[in-house]
Nanobody, 114 residues
Framework: VQLVESGGGLVQAGGSLRLSCAAS????????MGWYRQAPGKQRELVAG???????NLADSVKGRFTLSRDNAKNMVYLQMNSLKPEDTAVYYC?????????WGQGTQVTVSS
């Protein structure tokens, strides 16, 4: 499974960005897809994730601001990020778990200026 992310960039606080992740290499719906982020000097953390059955979870820090969606037919996952804050600045990584194996994208930088 290969993951390709897009949609990162620089935005002012209060702005919005939409991240997309496309998974290829599997004919079947991927078990889990989601987004992690890693800020400088911090551990990578789960932002949001969703199973192919639609069960989702979001980090408390992004609830009410971020929305995760999936297109199982296309094996794509989207992260709509609204009301962005400087503390959301990080490299965002797409993650997929399929067949018990973890897959990662290359990461996309999100920078929120104050």
């Amino acid at each position: 499974v290969q993951l390709v992310e897009s949609g990162g960039g620089l935005v002012q606080a209060g702005g919005s960005l939409r991240l997309s992740c496309a998974a290829s290499g599997s004919r079947f719906s991927i078990n889990f897809m989601g987004w992690y982020r890693q800020a400088p000097g911090k551990q990578r953390e789960l932002v949001a994730g969703m199973t192919s059955g639609g069960s989702a979870n979001l980090a408390d820090s992004v609830k009410g601001r971020f929305t995760l969606s999936r297109d199982n037919a296309k094996n794509m996952v989207y992260l709509q990020m609204n009301s962005l804050k400087p503390e959301d600045t990080a490299v965002y990584y797409c993650n997929a778990i399929h067949g018990g194996i973890d897959y990662w994208g290359q990461g996309t930088q999100v920078t929120v200026s104050s």
